[in-house]
């Protein structure tokens, strides 16, 4: 059983800062790469930013400058670093991960994590 769990979500004022970490736990071999979804109301999911195992990050155009994604690979976690928040960051923030459940398969497996609620207001 493999769960991810994000935290660190919550109400902030514009141009206030939040760091979102997502922890994944289980029976894992190995995490591929991870990323950072969000969802607005009446709006798809959409990529925040992802990074690879070792390292290498994109991000998505309105986040670029203001968003950090990085990860610790000993503990398995993830984290999000976000300033400078706007109103339209609002919305349920989604962490996911490709991973390798044993090393004796190539299958690899996609999991989500429950969500955390990020409110931009004053």
């Known amino acids: 059983q493999v769960q991810l769990v994000e935290s660190g979500g919550g109400l902030v004022q514009p141009g206030g800062s939040l760091r979102l970490s997502c922890a994944a736990s289980?029976?894992?071999?190995?995490?591929?790469?991870m990323g950072w979804y969000r969802q607005a109301p009446g709006k798809q999911r959409e990529l925040v930013a992802r990074?690879?195992?070792?390292?290498?990050?994109n991000y998505a155009d309105s986040v670029k400058g203001r968003f950090t994604i990085s990860r610790d690979n000993a503990k398995n976690t993830m984290y999000l670093e976000m300033n400078s928040l706007k109103p339209e960051d609002t919305a349920a923030y989604y962490c996911?991960?490709?991973?390798?459940?044993?090393?004796?398969?190539?299958?690899?497996?996609?999991?989500w994590g429950q969500g955390t609620q990020v409110t931009v207001s004053s």
């Open positions: 996911n991960a490709d991973l390798f459940l044993s090393a004796a398969t190539s299958t690899r497996y996609l999991y």
């Open positions: 990074i690879t195992r070792g390292g290498s990050t």
């Open positions: 289980g029976s894992i071999f190995s995490i591929n790469s």
